[in-house]
């Protein structure tokens, strides 16, 4: 069974830190790229980082942010710095086979985790 389980969401006052992890199990980890999305109340869902499969390219909608992961624990970390309200979201994982250049895309995704809910407070 494949499974994307997301964690370490929680609540935060404004420039905080969170480190959300995403541990992958039912399919093989390292030939996919891992991308972070979250859905704001009331918007869509929207890309903010994506690692390769090879652990080599990383893309970031905010340099706040920073991701990594570990292909022999099967798990990606989303390290989330000087929180801001408009951060607040629940925060997804997903895995994709689709060429790298499309990892934005949330329809490009094979793979999902359930989300984790990130609220920062002011």
């Known amino acids: 069974e494949v499974q994307l389980q997301a964690s370490g969401g929680g609540q935060v006052q404004t420039g905080g830190s969170l480190r959300l992890s995403c541990a992958a199990s039912g399919f093989t980890f390292d030939d996919y790229h891992i991308g972070w999305f979250r859905r704001a109340p009331g918007k869509e869902r929207v890309g903010i980082s994506c690692i390769d499969d090879a652990n080599s390219t990383t893309y970031y909608s905010d340099l706040r942010f920073t991701v990594s992961r570990n292909n022999a624990k099967n798990t990606v970390y989303l390290q989330m710095n000087r929180l801001k309200p408009e951060d607040t979201a629940v925060y997804y994982c997903?895995?994709?086979?689709?060429?790298?250049?499309?990892?934005?895309?949330?329809?490009?995704?094979?793979?999902w985790g359930q989300g984790t809910l990130v609220t920062v407070s002011s």
């Open positions: 997903g895995a994709t086979k689709a060429p790298y250049r499309y990892c934005r895309i949330a329809s490009r995704y094979e793979y």
